[in-house]
């Protein structure tokens, strides 16, 4: 059973669960093999909210984090960007869907090579390219040696990344 939010931070705002504008207090997380993402409905009466956020482009990031659990000290269960904005039938409510961060290092497929990397300067670069941070604390890193020359042909950074952690005995989830 998932976790109810205990609260969301949209853009550096907080709402949280019973203070009238986080609607019922659910939050839908899904996950797929391109992106995870997750919505929730506010309640916006005088568009207050809705008038302050910049319109999500490629330019235009708005952060939302999701926290879960029924404790004082809840965990994140979900970090992103906002993708979509928008009313819903009812009046005075909004829609927000965000997709997680790294959605670009899964969906866009690439061709080039690299001369003399690692595994874990590659992943250090593609984390950092996608606003994530890197947690190599579970990775033996003597078994992540430096590689020669690798190609990448139409596969995304993350594909490349399981693959060649996978060559190792590794793998790689975001967490």
Not at 11 to 39: E, F, P, W
Not at 121 to 150: C, F, H, P
Request: aromatic share 4%; proline share 4%; with cysteine.
């Amino acid at each position: 059973m998932a976790e109810k939010p205990y609260f969301i931070n949209l853009a550096g705002r907080i709402y949280q669960r019973g203070d009238g504008v986080m609607l019922g207090g659910d939050v839908t997380l899904s996950t797929g093999k391109r992106a995870s993402s997750a919505s929730i409905d506010l309640a916006d009466p005088r568009l207050e909210l809705l008038n302050s956020l910049p319109l999500p482009t490629r330019d235009t990031k708005i952060p939302m984090d999701v926290w879960g659990g029924f404790s004082l000290n809840p965990k994140r269960i979900f970090s992103g960007w906002v993708s979509q904005l928008s009313g819903t039938d009812a009046p005075g409510r909004i829609s927000v869907i965000a997709t997680d961060k790294l959605k670009g290092a899964r969906r866009k497929q690439r061709s080039r090579a690299l001369a003399e990397t690692s595994i874990e300067q590659l992943a250090k670069g593609i984390a950092k390219s996608m606003g994530v941070a890197l947690d190599t604390s579970n990775a033996d890193l003597t078994e992540l040696r430096a590689l020669g020359r690798v190609i990448q042909h139409g596969e995304s950074d993350h594909e490349l990344l399981e693959r060649l952690c996978s060559s190792v005995g590794h793998t790689v989830f975001a967490d």
